[in-house]
């Protein structure tokens, strides 16, 4: 039998109140002799709607933001925070001057000039794409990481010496001690004419940064040994430096823009990855918005389950009505279902997606050993372990809109069922 609302309200008791509905709002969601379980059905479809969007959105954001994390974790790594070059893409002759300057310059750790460039590896009938970076192994230390990405051998290498990624390796069947040849661009005059520059080296060790693109295709070589190669002389590519905080990148670019002038051109790590690092907010923004339709599944879901309800309490309604609650309060007990239903949903989202998100690697990693399904192939996602990162206010985010979404579909029904008239309920039951 119900309570009567005359007498709630006469004790002006909000909290029995808020009780009351809260249980007639929960009696309606589950099971009943009468309907023989269809509404609880229902509704816990609903709550699968709200709990598989809940646990999607957790495990995406998570993964988008740890990829995008270990991605500037790994190019931070590898390159430099701020580099600098000669404009018009000429060679830096007298490097020692604006690295000196630069070393003065707030926030810079240190700098060290280094080369790059494609070479071929191996003969001519057989060879592969290279590129080299040539530094100062003493230096390096001290503007990279590169020391801790070194997994077999050392980063100290002579100049006859060549430390190669590990899919490098891999793909080629190096092994330590084996030789290679390098062919670059440069030529040299010989009595046959002009050649291309050829020298061999001694594989002395092997690295692995975590970044597929980069293991795939890179080795590392002495600055003396790189001037030889690409025939510069005493001159290199540009000049890498490091800064105390990476994220002042941007102000360090512009005072050294202002300090050296238009004969140098100055680059952050930003700057060469940009439309990397963008694609990726975007995609994380894209699959938000994609992964949040599944919420609007869940409230459409919750509004057919709560019209149901409303329809199939059409007496229930009606007595409440004739025993003095108001429309405010029928409306309230069917926004309290939709509640119960986007709460119920999201707690078990939080804790699926938690649990997933967490644990995602180890979950991809034991499927693909018993299926051969790769989720997260290195070649494509330059990462050999799938990052995640989790944000509490990315949780918070998802949950609130979730929770909103829901709530704002219960009140559909709720202005339906608080419409009702005691008196046409009551007349054909």
């Not at 007498?7 to 309907?35: D, T, V």
């Not at 899919?167 to 291309?196: F, N, Y």
């Not at 649990?355 to 990693?365: Q, R, T, Y």
Request: net charge positive; aromatic share 10%.
């Amino acid at each position: 039998m119900f309570f009567s609302y005359n007498n709630i309200l006469s004790k002006k008791n909000l909290f029995a109140s808020m009780f009351y509905e809260f249980s007639i709002a929960f009696r309606y969601l589950m099971r009943s002799k009468s309907h023989k379980g269809i509404v609880s059905f229902f509704t816990f479809i609903s709550i699968l709607c709200v709990t598989i969007g809940i646990a999607a959105l957790i495990i995406v954001t998570s993964v988008m933001t740890g990829f995008e994390a270990e991605l500037k974790k790994k190019v931070i790594g590898m390159y430099a925070h701020v580099t600098l070059t000669q404009s018009g893409s000429h060679a830096l002759r007298n490097w020692k001057i604006p690295a000196d300057e630069v070393k003065l310059m707030p926030h810079v750790v240190s700098a060290a000039p280094y080369i790059s460039g494609p070479v071929l590896m191996g003969s001519m009938r057989r060879g592969s794409l290279l590129y080299v970076l040539g530094s100062n192994p003493k230096l390096e230390k001290e503007v990279s990481e590169m020391e801790k990405f070194v997994t077999v051998g050392s980063p100290d290498i002579t100049d006859d010496e060549i430390i190669l990624g590990d899919q490098v390796a891999r793909q080629r069947g190096s092994r330590i001690g084996d030789i290679v040849h390098l062919t670059s661009t440069a030529t040299v005059q010989t009595p046959d004419g002009l050649k291309p520059i050829r020298m061999k080296y001694k594989v002395a060790g092997f690295f692995h940064s975590g970044n597929y693109e980069y293991d795939s295709s890179f080795g590392f070589i002495t600055l003396h040994s790189a001037q030889q190669l690409f025939r510069l002389g005493n001159s290199v590519h540009a000049i890498k430096i490091k800064l105390d905080n990476v994220d002042k990148a941007s102000e360090v670019k512009n005072m050294l823009q202002e300090e050296l002038g238009p004969m140098y051109y100055v680059r952050t790590w930003m700057d060469k990855n940009k439309a990397l690092f963008s694609a990726v907010q975007m995609e994380k923004r894209v699959m938000f918005i994609i992964l949040l339709l599944i919420s609007v599944v869940a409230a459409l879901n919750i509004i057919s389950t709560l019209v149901m309800v409303a329809f199939q309490k059409t007496k229930d309604i009606g007595i409440l009505r004739s025993l003095g609650a108001t429309r405010l309060s029928i409306g309230a007990l069917f926004t309290l279902q939709g509640l119960l239903i986007s709460l119920t949903g999201v707690l078990f989202g939080l804790t699926g997606g938690l649990l997933i998100a967490h644990n995602v690697d180890a979950i991809s990693k034991f499927i693909e050993r018993h299926t051969g399904f790769s989720f997260f192939p290195p070649d494509v996602y330059y990462f050999d372990a799938i990052p995640s990162v989790i944000v509490p206010t990315d949780v918070i985010l998802v949950s609130a809109s979730a929770v909103g979404l829901c709530l704002l579909g219960s009140l559909i029904p709720a202005i339906l069922a608080s419409r009702l008239d005691p008196v046409d309920a009551l007349r054909y039951e």
